[in-house]
T-cell receptor
Framework: SQQGEEDPQALSIQEGENATMNCSYK?????LQWYRQNSGRGLVHLILIRSNEREKHSGRLRVTLDTSKKSSSLLITASRAADTASYFC???????????FGSGTQLTVLP | DTGVSQNPRHKITKRGQNVTFRCDPI?????LYWYRQTLGQGPEFLTYFQNEAQLEKSRLLSDRFSAERPKGSFSTLEIQRTEQGDSAMYLC????????????FGPGTRLTVL
């Protein structure tokens, strides 16, 4: 079973708006990562946040982590049509040395 | 191109046939992972190698599945006696030994079992 669960499953917004996706998980983590996948392609790493960090920024991306609630959010600001993709959170718990992915959020940015 | 490559990109086979996929990781990366992804789902871990040693296998990896990384470079994933339920995208990712386990994915091999 997959540990991370994204919410919402699908999100449709207008270009220029912000998009927020949430991820919840069940176990303790070493770090949490967000990936993007365009249709039929491999995944691309976006950003990583360690368990002792609360917020991280990278360009138009902002990630928050609340380990007490076992949740994370990914904010994409000023979205573009090219941001249309599936976004996955993945948890790395260290001991297992593997990533466990959620089921993803399908983001559609309308021009 | 110094990224992760996978071949073939697409494979269509008949039920009962054997198939083999290849992954060429980023050359300086020691760890190599295989995942399976079905439509609308995130990737599911199958197995991983550190150099040539296969260190962990998921229970998803039935005895019909076998993976190798003979010289610690490229890896192969073989599925014997394919079933329609094996239809999926098979993804490979490589990771440097040191670091945070940020994974570099290949484009995947799409398997269709008829």
């Amino acid at each position: 079973s997959q540990q991370g669960e994204e919410d919402p499953q699908a999100l449709s917004i207008q270009e220029g708006e912000n998009a927020t996706m949430n991820c919840s998980y069940k176990t303790s983590i070493n770090n949490l990562q967000w990936y993007r996948q365009n249709s039929g392609r491999g995944l691309v790493h976006l950003i990583l946040i360690r368990s002792n960090e609360r917020e991280k920024h990278s360009g138009r991306l902002r990630v928050t982590l609340d380990t007490s609630k076992k949740s994370s959010s990914l904010l994409i600001t000023a979205s573009r049509a090219a941001d249309t993709a599936s976004y996955f959170c993945a948890i790395f718990s260290g001991s297992a040395r593997q990533l466990t992915f959620g089921s993803g959020t399908q983001l559609t940015v309308l021009p | 191109d110094t990224g992760v490559s996978q071949n073939p990109r697409h494979k269509i086979t008949k039920r009962g046939q054997n198939v083999t996929f290849r992954c060429d990781p980023i050359s300086e990366h020691n760890r190599l992972y295989w995942y399976r992804q079905t439509l609308g789902q995130g990737p599911e871990f199958l197995t991983y190698f550190q150099n040539e040693a296969q260190l962990e296998k998921s229970r998803l990896l039935s005895d019909r599945f076998s993976a190798e990384r003979p010289k610690g470079s490229f890896s192969t994933l073989e599925i014997q006696r394919t079933e329609q339920g094996d239809s999926a995208m098979y993804l490979c990712a490589s990771v440097p030994l040191s670091g945070t386990n940020e994974q570099f994915f290949g484009p995947g091999t799409r398997l269709t079992v008829l």
